[in-house]
């Protein structure tokens, strides 16, 4: 690695498979990418993906590393803006006290996060396991390398939804990973619904129904026109279907050597 050409490995965290890629130069242009499996070793399925991180660490011994987790490591709460609030301190408190409601002691274990909103509208809790958390910064540390960043998968899309969408109206969010979809809604550009829920193989088919299903529980009004479909290990089948449906497709710009049909299945990586 060549101080005149700057390195880092960007990473997508998740239970199935940690996609691995390098970016290089000052422009960060795409490097290297690769795919690491993730065995089912039994425990706590994060921690046999750390395993398959160690294997990338070591391969692409990059000088700084980004990660993006997986919808099944984190959960979420949507915090109304609330005028008595005052600062970071105060919705952190508040959105402890409603991960401890809704998980019991799970939740003493978490490390909470916010997202930056503009002052009068919601924000959204973000919670991850600590030791997931710290057991990433040793790997990384260990292999001589700096834990630049720690993204949800929620964070990554969102900053690419929010680039392709309107702030006026109901602006729906559909990301898809193996075995997860996560639906996030926005009302005129403020946090109204978010949620993850278990997929199957057929989720492509079922997905009208499923989000007719959000819709009533968030209390809106279901457009399949105004929803935006992440879903990067889609195969071109499952692609067609989603269009042919009325869903758009959200995907990442091609640029700086990333192109969005040869390395969709990065994107999430890309994204971190």
Not at 90 to 109: I, P, W
Request: charged content about 20%; some cysteine.
């Amino acid at each position: 690695m060549s101080l005149l050409s700057p390195e880092s490995l960007q990473l997508f965290f998740s239970p199935t498979a940690v996609l691995a890629l390098s970016r290089v130069g000052w422009r960060q242009q795409l490097g290297r990418t690769q795919s690491y499996a993730v065995s089912d070793a039994g425990g706590d399925p994060w921690q046999a993906a750390l395993s398959a991180v160690g294997g990338a660490l070591k391969e692409f011994g990059c000088g700084s590393v980004r990660v993006l987790v997986s919808h099944h490591f984190v959960q979420y709460r949507v915090l109304p803006w609330r005028d008595e609030l005052r600062g970071d301190e105060e919705y952190l408190a508040l959105a402890q006290l409603e991960f401890a409601s809704a998980f019991g002691v799970l939740a003493k274990d978490w490390t909470v996060c916010l997202s930056d909103e503009r002052p009068g509208v919601s924000r959204v809790a973000a919670a991850l396991p600590s030791e997931l958390l710290a057991a990433l910064g040793t790997a990384v540390s260990g292999a001589g390398a700096k834990l630049a960043s720690v993204q949800t998968y929620l964070a990554g899309a969102e900053g690419l939804w929010r680039h392709r969408v309107s702030r006026h109206g109901c602006q729906w969010l559909v990301m898809h990973e193996p075995g997860r979809i996560c639906v996030a809604v926005k009302q005129d550009g403020d946090w109204r619904w978010l949620r993850h829920v278990r997929a199957d193989e057929d989720w492509v088919r079922q997905l009208p129904q499923m989000l007719v299903g959000e819709a009533m529980l968030a209390d809106l009004d279901p457009a399949t026109e105004q929803v935006q479909v992440f879903a990067p290990s889609a195969d071109a089948q499952a692609r067609d279907a989603l269009q042919g449906l009325g869903f758009g497709l959200l995907v990442p710009a091609n640029g700086r050597g990333f192109m969005a049909q040869r390395d969709a299945i990065f994107a999430p990586a890309w994204l971190a």
